[in-house]
Nanobody, 121 residues
Framework: QVQVVESGGGLVQAGGSLKLSCAASGTFFVIGAMDWYRQAPGKQRELVATIARDGTTNYADSVRGRFTISRDNAKNTVYFQMNSLKPEDTAVYYC???????????????WGQGTQVTVSS
């Protein structure tokens, strides 16, 4: 079994910063890509950032230049540093990790429980 646990959400004023963390634990071979998604009220869940195992990153246009995704492979943890936050960044943020049970198993997706980020104006 694999568990994915997020932390670090909260309430912050516009222009402020928050850092999210997401740790995967359990029995597996390796973790591949790690992603952050968000879902605002009444909207679909959207991918905002992704990081490959080798550290290659990609960002949605809406967060590029303000948010930074990083990872610690030894700790099976992904981080999301969010700076210059805007009210439109308010959403539940979800971590998604691709887990390989064995070298030939392929990647299986696991989601965290979500953490609320609220940015006040």
């Amino acid at each position: 079994q694999v568990q994915v646990v997020e932390s670090g959400g909260g309430l912050v004023q516009a222009g402020g910063s928050l850092k999210l963390s997401c740790a995967a634990s359990g029995t597996f071979f390796v973790i591949g890509a790690m992603d952050w998604y968000r879902q605002a009220p009444g909207k679909q869940r959207e991918l905002v950032a992704t990081i490959a195992r080798d550290g290659t990153t990609n960002y949605a246009d809406s967060v590029r230049g303000r948010f930074t995704i990083s990872r610690d492979n030894a700790k099976n943890t992904v981080y999301f540093q969010m700076n210059s936050l805007k009210p439109e960044d308010t959403a539940v943020y979800y971590c998604n990790v691709g887990v390989w049970a064995s070298p030939l198993s392929g990647s299986k997706s696991y989601w965290g429980q979500g953490t609320q980020v609220t940015v006040s104006s």
